[in-house]
C-alpha cells in the first residue's frame, strides 16, 4: 500500500531554513513523481516543486525558484524538500504527493494519486 508521511515542518525565523522529508512505502519513487505543494490559511493550494520518476527533471513554483530546492535518495525512498531563505509568506501545511504516469502538469493536484498528511511550516519572529 502506497504511504506518504512528510516531516521536517516546524517554527523558523525569516531568513532560516528547513528541510522537509517526503518517506515513502509501497512503491519505488523510479516509477513514481513526487511533488510538494503547500496551502497557506484562506489560500488556495499551491504547487511548490516536482522531481521526476526518472529524478531528472525538477521544477519549481517561481516564488520558491532559487530558494528551494528538491531531491531524492532512492535507497531511503525518500524525498527532501530543502528550504533556505524562508518568508513569512512561505507559512503552510506542506503536502507530498505522488504521481504515476501522468502526463498533466506537476502544478495541478489532479495529477497526483495520494497524498501524505501534511507538515506545518511556519516562517516567523
Known amino acids: 500500500q502506497l504511504r506518504l508521511v512528510e516531516s521536517g515542518g516546524g517554527l523558523v525565523q525569516p531568513g532560516g531554513s528547513l528541510r522537509l522529508s517526503c518517506a515513502v512505502s509501497g512503491i519505488t519513487l523510479d516509477i513514481y513523481a513526487i511533488g510538494w505543494f503547500r496551502q497557506a490559511p484562506g489560500k488556495d493550494p499551491e504547487g511548490v516543486s516536482c522531481i521526476s520518476s526518472s529524478g531528472g527533471t525538477t521544477n519549481y513554483a517561481d516564488s520558491v525558484k532559487g530558494r528551494f530546492t528538491i531531491s531524492r535518495d532512492t535507497a531511503k525512498n525518500t524525498v527532501y524538500l530543502q528550504m533556505n531563505s524562508l518568508k513569512p509568506e512561505d507559512t503552510a501545511v506542506y503536502y507530498c504527493?505522488?504521481?504515476?504516469?501522468?502526463?498533466?502538469?506537476?502544478?495541478?493536484?489532479?495529477?497526483?494519486?495520494?497524498w501524505g498528511q501534511g507538515t506545518q511550516v511556519t516562517v516567523s519572529s
Open positions: 504527493g505522488a504521481s504515476y504516469g501522468s502526463r498533466a502538469s506537476w502544478r495541478i493536484q489532479s495529477t497526483y494519486n495520494n
